[in-house]
């Protein structure tokens, strides 16, 4: 994923760079329940950004067919 600077950085809205996102999601589902996620490692170039990487899990389950 990329995301394209729209913001002014010297007006504190947005990284005024563009910035990467390199993931990698997983998904199981057995009966009603559901579970995904994953992570992945963000590029952030820019003065004072940092790269950092991204969790994130769910469980889920169906509770009614409706």
Do not use: S
């Not at 994923?1 to 007006?11: C, H, L, Q, S, Y």
């Amino acid at each position: 994923m990329v995301e394209i600077p729209t913001g002014d950085a010297k007006r504190g809205l947005g990284a005024g760079e563009w910035q990467e996102f390199l993931p990698l999601w997983l998904q199981k589902d057995w009966g009603d329940w559901t579970t995904y996620g994953g992570g992945g490692y963000w590029i952030n170039p820019g003065p004072g950004n940092r790269d950092y990487w991204f969790f994130g899990w769910l469980l889920q389950k169906k509770l009614t067919e409706a």
